[in-house]
């Protein structure tokens, strides 16, 4: 049963400062790897996909990489800005029943300060 | 362009009554997705649809939780008899097919007193 595990809980910087947010995973067998940003009372918006044969993908400010053998994927943010502030979670596409089934970390809650 | 629809944006009842829960997802996207989310258990898949069709409900706690997809543009998911422990935020996502990402909606959060 893949596992999803995202370090750290908690984060809490000052505004500028560049950061890295990690997530780690159970089996390699995925079709890709996602990150979303959940703002509190609302959904997930979707941030970055990653395929399971590409190393890494930026948008922005943003850049996420993928190692599938070592099962982690690391996200940076650039700049850090207050408007950063949201819980980040990953998740994995894993490959049995033709995809589609997400498994989710349990977020890391980012608060960037003035 | 709208995005995916999810009502009631909260729900308040009593223990024993009926709870439905409706989603429109987004036109030409072809994957429907059901998930809960708590404090103790995050985020969990509850059921998926690809083409309205159920293709794994694993994740659906019990049988007092029913979800239906009667065409392309709606989905429902019924808690009956509903309890205190499903107390949580459901939300709908889809997608246009598997290995693409999913949108969300802004969820339902039920209280279930």
């Known amino acids: 049963k893949q596992e999803v595990t995202q370090i750290p809980a908690a984060l809490s910087v000052p505004e500028g400062e560049n950061l890295v947010l990690n997530c780690s995973f159970t089996d390699s067998a995925i079709y890709n790897l996602q990150w979303f940003r959940q703002d509190p009372g609302k959904g997930l918006t979707s941030l970055l996909l990653?395929?399971?044969?590409?190393r890494e993908q930026t948008s922005g400010r943003l850049n996420a990489s993928l190692d599938k053998s070592s099962g982690r994927s690391t996200l940076y943010i650039a700049a850090s800005q207050p408007g950063d502030s949201a819980t980040y979670l990953c998740?994995?596409?894993?490959?049995?029943?033709?995809?589609?089934?997400?498994?989710f970390g349990t977020g890391t809650q980012l608060k960037v300060e003035l | 362009d709208a995005g995916v629809i999810q009502s009631p944006r909260h729900e308040v009842t009593e223990m024993g009554q009926e709870v439905t829960l409706r989603c429109k997802p987004i036109?030409?996207?072809?994957?429907l997705f059901w998930y809960r989310q708590t404090m103790m258990r995050g985020l969990e898949l509850l059921i998926y649809?690809?083409?309205?069709?159920?293709?794994?409900d694993s994740g659906m706690p019990e049988d007092r939780f029913s979800a239906k997809m009667p065409n392309a543009s709606f989905s429902t998911l019924k808690i009956q008899p509903s309890e205190p422990r499903d107390s949580a935020v459901y939300f709908c996502?889809?997608?246009?097919?598997?290995?693409?990402?999913?949108?969300f909606g802004d969820g339902t959060r039920l209280s279930i007193l």
């Open positions: 990653i395929q399971s044969s590409q």
């Open positions: 649809f690809n083409n309205n069709v159920p293709i794994d």
């Open positions: 998740a994995v596409e894993g490959l049995t029943g033709g995809g589609n089934k997400l498994t």
């Open positions: 996502a889809s997608s246009f097919r598997s290995n693409q990402p999913q949108h």
């Open positions: 036109s030409g996207h072809n994957s």
